[in-house]
């Protein structure tokens, strides 16, 4: 199953969640929206923000600002829009601070967490998971220096499994725009994974 | 290697199948359970110095800021730089007053009708001798005892380059300086308007109509209901009063030495 299916299976299943619970923020309630919806927050942030100490940081801002305006949410709605929304939203304020972008500039090539994205390799074949280790770094390398409204576009749209409309209104820009910037991105990612293809 | 632009839908295809290949990065699982243990009971710990002070929309509407007050600054400078020459009134030998809006001014106070003249100004010569009015390079204007006039502004240095003037009555010579090139000066009488684009010329706004002498250069006389009429220099094109033809003729005798007088005079202190 790809990622994005099973982003997309995740959030359908949220309609059995007792959303009422967790809008008056009872515990077991919580428990379960949170395992709902972790591994799709996380994965967002991290792809958006290339970086798994800030990635850590912005799903803790993420499920706080959940937290705090749970008594908002929709029960009779899907909350994995609003959820997107949200993680979008924190991942693009961390993009304008000084901190980030500094950040960004002063990450060590021999950081272990830096963009590699990976999987621990598995010992049954040490040789091509080494392989496919690197080849999965550098992909997330190139996703990470796509221009952040590139990058969201190819993020939503590929491990979120989001229609343009859908990205549209999570970054508020219009559907065409998310369709041209998707293509764009494309391209980019075509020049950045050009020695790659072999 | 497959470039862009010869297949580029299998190039796509070839990306897409490297990014959905990557695996859902895992998370710490203690920091997944603190942050699950957070979560359910509202108790968040301390939250990240860089999320927090992290700027709200402040990044586009620097951008927009610092974009319009560049831009502003811009055409304010231009707009300062594109300032013609003001006008300024040349010694008078005549007695009596030239009306500024009203105030009336003796003609040998070139000081205060210099500083007195802005375009736009409704102005009328009760003066026995004529007032030159020039706006250095640019234009140079005579007006007889009795013309009465709005004053043009000059041309502008690269925009606002077709000022429009108008002559209720009397008479009005005109020559060209070197820096009005490209420009055209409009003039409205009340029979027809004149269009000057580099000569020099009479508008006389007589109660019977319109008469426009031309010693070099042309002119464009368009009658206010009527077609417009080439003058070439020499001669002259009348338009009666509610006329709507004009008639061509050579220019006026008593014109022709003013003009003369008139061109090389101000040709000599303009250029």
New interface residues.
């Given amino acids: 199953m790809t990622n994005s299916l099973h982003d997309r299976t995740q959030a359908g299943v949220s309609s059995v969640l007792d959303l009422e619970g967790v809008r008056r923020r009872e515990p077991e309630a919580l428990a379960a929206f949170f395992d709902q919806h972790f591994d799709r927050v996380y994965g967002l942030v991290y792809r958006l923000l290339g970086d798994r100490h800030w990635a850590e940081d912005a799903t803790q801002e993420v499920f706080l600002k959940l937290h705090r305006a749970a008594h908002t949410l929709d029960p009779d709605r899907d909350p994995g829009p609003w959820v997107t929304t949200i993680a979008y939203n924190v991942c693009r304020d961390l993009w304008r601070s000084g901190a980030y972008r500094l950040s960004r500039h002063a990450i060590s090539i021999d950081d272990p967490d830096h963009g590699d994205g990976a999987i621990p390799p598995n010992l049954k074949d040490p040789e091509r998971e080494l392989i496919a280790s690197e080849r999965e770094g550098l992909v997330q390398d190139a996703i990470g220096k796509l221009k952040e409204p590139l990058r969201a576009v190819v993020v939503l749209r590929e491990y979120q499994g989001f229609s343009y409309e859908e990205i549209a209104s999570v970054t508020g820009t219009s559907p065409v725009a998310a369709r041209k910037r998707y293509s764009r991105a494309l391209t980019e990612l075509g020049k950045l994974l050009e020695n790659t293809f072999e | 290697?497959?470039r862009?632009g010869e297949n580029p839908e299998a190039?796509?295809t070839?990306?897409?199948e490297?990014?959905?290949?990557?695996?859902?990065?895992?998370?710490?699982p203690s920091?997944?359970e603190q942050?699950?243990r957070?979560?359910?009971?509202?108790n968040?710990?301390q939250?990240?110095?860089?999320?927090v002070?992290?700027?709200?929309r402040?990044?586009r509407f620097l951008a927009w800021a610092t974009g319009l007050s560049a831009a502003a600054s811009i055409a304010i400078v231009l707009a300062v730089l594109n300032q013609p020459p003001r006008w300024t009134a040349l010694p008078s030998g005549g007695s009596g007053h030239l009306v500024v809006n009203g105030l009336s001014i003796p003609v040998r106070d070139t000081a205060e009708l210099t500083r007195r003249m802005r375009p736009g100004s409704r102005i009328r010569l009760e003066s026995t001798e004529e007032l030159d009015l020039i706006s250095s390079g640019l234009l140079a204007m005579q007006l007889s005892p009795g013309t009465e006039m709005v004053l043009p502004p000059p041309p502008g240095r690269w925009f606002a380059r077709g000022p429009r003037g108008n002559v209720t009555g009397g008479l009005l010579r005109v020559t060209t300086g070197r820096r009005f090139h490209g420009a055209r000066l409009a003039i409205t009488t009340p029979d027809a308007t004149v269009h000057v684009t580099g000569t020099t010329l009479a508008v006389i706004a007589e109660p019977t109509g319109t008469c426009v002498c031309v010693l070099e250069g042309t002119a464009h006389v368009a009658p206010h209901q009527g077609a417009m009429t080439r003058v070439t220099p020499g001669s002259s094109c009348v338009v009666a009063r509610g006329g709507q033809k004009s008639k061509r003729g050579e220019m006026r005798d008593a014109e022709r030495p003013r003009l003369v007088d008139l061109r090389d005079r101000m040709q000599a202190v303009m250029n």
């Fill in positions: 290697m497959t862009r190039e796509d070839r990306i897409l490297r990014i959905r290949g990557l695996a859902r990065p895992p998370a710490e920091f997944r942050l699950r957070d979560f359910v009971s509202g968040f710990g939250r990240p110095r860089a999320i002070a992290a700027p709200r402040p990044a």
